[in-house]
């Protein structure tokens, strides 16, 4: 990489792993992907079905895929499958020399669980272990929702030597769920002999959609207190979530996983376009810096905080009194932190649902378009 002093150069320098919250055929063939990796230090990929979804639905890239798959009679849900671990392995390749440099650490492209399986244990693992064998690289990451159910498919998936991206986290005490799944999972990979310096586990801290929801409560209320607390409750939360993640690695049970060689579950900062036009649009950046962290941002945030991002070093630690503060504050004023996070899981669920049959209909018009030309 040429670039060493741009606000992406030096949120690297402090220990933040910059990965791009999108992937689609276009980027991997047109070079746009590499282009990324040069020039915006980008070092990982992860997706979801939104992305999947927006992708599809663009332009020709699929089209000679999905006529090869229309011609062999294959169903939605399996062409949905092929398409989308295609690109993952493609994107999985354009990072390898990132994950051998890095040990394993980056160079890692993520692919989600069908939401549907949410709240299914069995499927979940079962799907977790398809998909894996299906992309067959070693830098791919299974996402697994953060849910009750999800937290069981995260221990047995790791336990098999999986890495596993988990998704959807709002809460501080689930967070602390999912540190204790991750252990329990490495406990038994080591009990079953299986290597631990090879299994890789980040997990993904939900933050705008904190805001969204509580600044929508904070208006409602609309006295000046309530009003001087917008924008500052996912921000809050999300340093907080760092302080468990120091917690849980620094107790006797992590650390004596770690000297028999385990990787720490790192804290992955999701959703961090800024979604009120109020607030600095690198507010979710700039604002969580900590060693040992990804940010996984949207192309339009990246941009932004290469042009003119404001990178202070680590702006997390320092700050748990304040942050903790914040949360009081905004309970004070009678919003429930239980309820909102709890309401963020369900909709996050539902909207990837949504996103995820959107890419079934989507896929399921241009089997039926290609299958229309092949007959005619």
Partial sequence: MTDNTSPLAELTKAGVSVWLDDLSRDRIVSGGLQKLIDDRHVVGVTTNPTIFANALAKGEDYDAQVANLAAAGTSVSDAVVDITTHDVARGCDIFRPLYD?????????????????????????????????????PNV?????????????????????????????????????????????????????????????????????????????????????????????????????????????????????????ANAQRP???????????????????????????????????????????????????????????LDAIAAQGISYDEVTALLEKEGIEKFTVSWNELLDTVSAALETARGKSGS
């Fill in 141 to 261: 990451m299974i996402k697994v929702p953060a849910t009750i159910e999800g937290l069981e498919a995260i221990t047995e998936l790791t336990a098999l030597g999986i890495s596993v991206n988990v998704t959807l986290i709002f809460s501080l005490e689930r967070h602390r769920e999912v540190i204790n799944a991750y252990l329990a999972g490495l406990e038994k990979a080591k009990s079953a002999g299986i290597d631990l310096t090879g299994i890789r586990s980040v997990a993904s801290f939900f933050v705008s959609r904190v805001d969204t929801e509580v600044d929508k409560r904070l208006k409602a209320i609309g006295t000046p207190e309530a009003l001087a607390l917008k924008g500052k409750a996912g921000i809050a939360n999300a340093r907080l979530a760092y302080q468990v993640f120091e917690q849980a690695f620094a107790s006797e049970r992590a650390t004596g996983l770690l000297a028999a060689g």
């Fill in 101 to 137: 440099s890095s040990a394993g650490r980056d160079g890692r492209v993520s692919i989600e669980v069908e939401p549907a399986l949410a709240h299914d244990t069995a499927g979940t693992i079962a799907q977790g272990r398809m998909l894996w064998d299906t992309v067959d690289r």
């Fill in 268 to 326: 992955l900062w999701a959703s961090t376009g800024v979604k009120d036009p109020a607030l600095k649009d690198t507010l979710y950046i700039e604002e969580l810096v900590a060693d040992d962290t990804v940010n996984t941002m949207p192309e339009k945030t990246m941009e932004a905080t290469f042009d003119h991002g404001e990178i202070r070093g680590d702006t997390v630690t320092g700050n748990y009194a304040d942050a903790n503060a914040v």
